[in-house]
């Protein structure tokens, strides 16, 4: 029997190679490629030397981002943001899929996830400045109402232990359509003999959901959570940015890593220590990437990710 040799798997599957041929290309160019700047973080930057030319400097780039005494404010603002955002993304998520699937007719389903939806598509510059005319103190919608019940006024934009809730609330209104359309993908791939087999047990909706459309979804909970967890130590800059912008008085409860190296870069256009922040950022990333996967492994290997 002939076996199988690279060249004639080229051949025989060259379709399925050119599909995936530009999935492998624009990895390779934007995610690779670009790894070799990673030695920035180890130098002293210059733009007449550029990447390769400027002067080593060892870890000091590394030192004068953690002596600036904000490294651990911005790592513990960054992880606590992912893991709230985690934790009640899903969980809306996972309770509107469940809600759409049982309840809703075709059509009331239908509408009812477009309008979740809309959300997901509008920019964030466009989040920010609904906010803004939501929250301001002066002109915003909330205060007119404050002030039309003869209430006082709150000034948000200049309290900080407002805007962790803020946040938190704007993504889970973000995300929560994209979130549900994958797990009521999830929910209609469950066997249906499942629910007429619970049914004929005589288990009410509230058993079906417990006994069979939870543990279905484990798999796909397993794997979004262990994905978003990659990112547990990387802000949403977008969001950050356009909801807080340059307000120094929010920066307490508010600024994430990816936000002190874009003020860092454009205040002190230190370049090293911007590259070294972001290594700071991508480490801490892997570690707990590689940890949580261990952790599942042990539990159950076949939902791992490798």
């Known amino acids: 029997m002939k076996g199988h040799t690279f060249w004639s798997d080229l051949k025989n599957y060259r379709v399925l190679l050119l599909m995936l041929a530009p999935a492998v290309a624009f990895f390779l160019l934007f ?4 790894m070799a700047g990673i030695i920035i973080a180890f130098k002293h930057y210059d733009y007449a ?3 390769f030319g400027s ?15 904000d490294a651990w404010r911005v790592t513990r603002n960054t992880a606590l943001y992912n893991i ?47 906010a803004y005319n939501l929250l301001n103190y002066d002109i915003g919608t909330v205060n007119a109402l404050l002030r039309g019940l003869g209430l006082e006024p709150i000034d948000i934009y200049n309290t ?26 999830a929910i209609t791939g469950i066997d249906t003999e499942q629910y007429e087999a619970a049914e004929i047990d005589g288990a009410n909706i509230f058993q079906r959901i417990r006994k069979v459309t939870i543990p279905n979804l484990y798999p796909t909970i397993i794997i979004l959570v262990l994905l978003a967890v990659g990112n547990i130590f990387r802000g949403d800059f977008g969001m950050f ?39 700071f950022q991508s480490v801490l990333g892997f570690a707990t990437i590689m940890t949580v996967n261990y952790a599942v492994r042990r539990y159950d290997k076949d939902r791992a990710l490798f």
């Open 160 to 185: 900080p232990a407002y805007w962790p809730y803020i946040l938190v609330l704007v993504s889970a209104w973000k995300g929560l359509g994209y979130g549900t359309v994958m797990y009521l993908a």
């Open 55 to 69: 002067a080593w400097n060892g870890l000091d780039n590394f030192r004068f981002f953690f002596e600036s005494g």
């Open 241 to 279: 940015y356009n909801m807080i912008g340059n307000n120094g008085l929010l920066f307490s409860s508010t600024d994430v890593i990816d936000t002190f190296v874009f003020r860092s870069l454009i205040t002190s256009n230190d370049i090293g220590m911007s590259a070294a922040a972001g290594v």
């Open 84 to 130: 709230a955002f985690i934790v009640v993304n899903n969980s809306l998520q996972i309770f509107a899929a469940i809600m759409l699937f049982e309840v809703g007719g075709k059509w009331f389903r239908k509408i009812t996830q477009s309008a979740l939806f809309l959300p997901y598509f509008i920019s964030w510059v466009v989040v920010g400045a609904i």
């Open 31 to 34: 995610a690779y490629v670009p």
């Open 49 to 51: 030397g550029g990447i």
